[in-house]
Nanobody, 120 residues
C-alpha cells in the first residue's frame, strides 16, 4: 500500500502565497510522475501541474507564471508553491503519484486533499 499525505492548505488573501507539500510512503520502488490537481466548488477535478522523475514539468494555463511545482525524489515528496493567488484558485488540492511498487505493479494514488481558500 501507498499513502500520500498533504499539508499546507489554508486561507489566504488575494495576491498572497501558499506552499503545499505531499509526502509518499509505503511499498514504493519508484515514483514516476507526481502532480497536483484541484476541484473547485461545482467544478470537475482538473490538473494544476505535474512533474516527472527527471524534472520535466507541465502547468495548466491558468496557473502558469504563478505556481511552481518541484519534487525531492529522496524524500518522495512533491511541492506546489502558489504565488499571486486569486479567488478562482479556491479549491481542494489533491496530490497524485504514479507509483511502481515492489510487486512490479504501477498504480495511481491520491492524497486526502487540502483546502485552499483565497478570500479577503
Amino acid at each position: 500500500q501507498v499513502q500520500l499525505v498533504e499539508s499546507g492548505g489554508g486561507l489566504v488573501q488575494p495576491g498572497g502565497s501558499l506552499r503545499l507539500s505531499c509526502a509518499a510512503s509505503g511499498s514504493i520502488l519508484t515514483i514516476n510522475v507526481m502532480g497536483w490537481y484541484r476541484q473547485g466548488p461545482g467544478k470537475e477535478r482538473e490538473l494544476v501541474a505535474r512533474i516527472t522523475s527527471g524534472g520535466s514539468t507541465n502547468y495548466a494555463d491558468s496557473v502558469k507564471g504563478r505556481f511552481t511545482i518541484s519534487r525531492d525524489n529522496a524524500k518522495r515528496s512533491v511541492y506546489l508553491q502558489m504565488n499571486s493567488l486569486k479567488p478562482e484558485d479556491t479549491a481542494v488540492y489533491y496530490c497524485n503519484a504514479e507509483v511502481l511498487s515492489w510487486s512490479g505493479k504501477t498504480d495511481n494514488y491520491w492524497g486526502q486533499g487540502a483546502q485552499v481558500t483565497v478570500s479577503s
